[in-house]
């Protein structure tokens, strides 16, 4: 187990904690109604299932695990248990740990929760820390100017770079403040161990370019996307 992390179990649950929290969560922090008026749902994006929780003062975001597709005819919330190591919420958590030791701009992890439902299923939970004073990329394409679009290719090269695929690149992923872009929602990514390849490179990128086309239309995504590959590949040009 890393030091980053300390694992807390009772009876069917698990909990993994963030030293910095250690004595602080308890597993009513995974659900909403605990929280009252002090949890407000998250609009934009996703399938539902996060809210924004005021956490005793700490500012944190919290998620649960929802299905999408035709598998919400089978569960909405459950998945079939393979394993501790195969939970999705322990391991987004061990994910960001390791993210955030690399520097890269993304929610520390605050705590990651499970509970076995039976012996085949369970259902899971994450708080991460909010990232303040940011607004989704998807709110913001018609305002970021060119040089915007330039940084955030630059800092989608710094994941690639690191082997970092991330199963979900959209624009309601990309937080922006200012001049700095945040990445969030890592349910299913994972550090691809020969980072040298390109092809997942590729598609992450395109999976990007169809969420800009879908939101912004073809033409501003042709536009931007010009700026965004040149700070992706380090160039300067205008």
């Given at each position: 187990?890393a030091?980053?992390?300390?694992c807390?179990?009772?009876?069917?649950?698990a909990c993994?904690?963030?030293?910095?929290?250690?004595?602080?969560?308890?597993e009513?922090?995974?659900s909403p109604?605990?929280w009252?008026?002090?949890?407000?749902?998250v609009?934009?994006?996703g399938?539902g299932g996060?809210w924004f929780?005021d956490?005793d003062?700490h500012?944190?975001?919290?998620r649960?695990?929802?299905r999408?597709?035709?598998?919400?005819?089978?569960?909405?919330?459950s998945?079939?248990f393979l394993g501790e190591q195969?939970v999705?919420s322990f391991a987004?958590?061990r994910l960001?740990n390791?993210?955030t030791?690399l520097?890269?701009p993304?929610?520390k992890?605050?705590a990651?929760?499970?509970r076995r439902?039976?012996?085949l299923h369970?259902?899971?939970?994450?708080?991460?820390e909010?990232i303040?004073?940011?607004a989704p990329?998807?709110?913001?394409?018609?305002?970021?100017?060119?040089n915007g679009w330039r940084?955030?290719?630059?800092n989608?090269?710094?994941?690639?770079?690191?082997?970092?695929?991330h199963?979900?690149?959209?624009?309601f992923n990309?937080l922006v403040r200012?001049?700095e872009?945040f990445l969030?929602?890592?349910?299913?990514?994972?550090?691809v161990?020969?980072?040298?390849?390109?092809?997942?490179?590729?598609?992450?990128l395109e999976?990007?370019?169809r969420?800009?086309r879908?939101?912004?239309?073809a033409?501003?995504?042709?536009?931007?996307?010009?700026?965004l590959?040149?700070?992706y590949?380090g160039?300067?040009?205008?």
């Open positions: 187990m030091e980053s992390e300390i807390v179990r009772d009876n069917h649950s993994l904690l963030h030293p910095d929290y250690l004595g602080q969560v308890s009513a922090w995974f109604e605990y009252g008026k002090l949890a407000r749902p609009s934009s994006g399938r996060a929780v956490a003062g500012q944190v975001v919290l649960k695990y929802l999408g597709g035709l598998m919400t005819r089978l569960s909405r919330s998945y079939v195969h999705r987004e958590f960001l390791w993210l030791e520097e890269l993304v929610p992890p605050v990651a929760w499970y439902m039976s012996p369970y259902q899971a939970s994450i708080i991460i909010r303040d004073n940011t990329l998807a709110d913001l394409i018609g305002s970021l100017d060119d940084n955030l290719g630059v989608l090269r710094r994941f690639h770079d690191a082997g970092v695929k199963a979900d690149l959209n624009c990309v200012g001049d872009f969030i929602d890592f349910d299913k990514g994972r550090i161990q020969s980072p040298a390849s390109a092809g997942w490179k590729s598609a992450n999976r990007f370019a969420s800009l879908k939101l912004a239309g033409k501003t995504q042709e536009r931007v996307w010009y700026f590959m040149n700070g590949n160039s300067q040009e205008a």
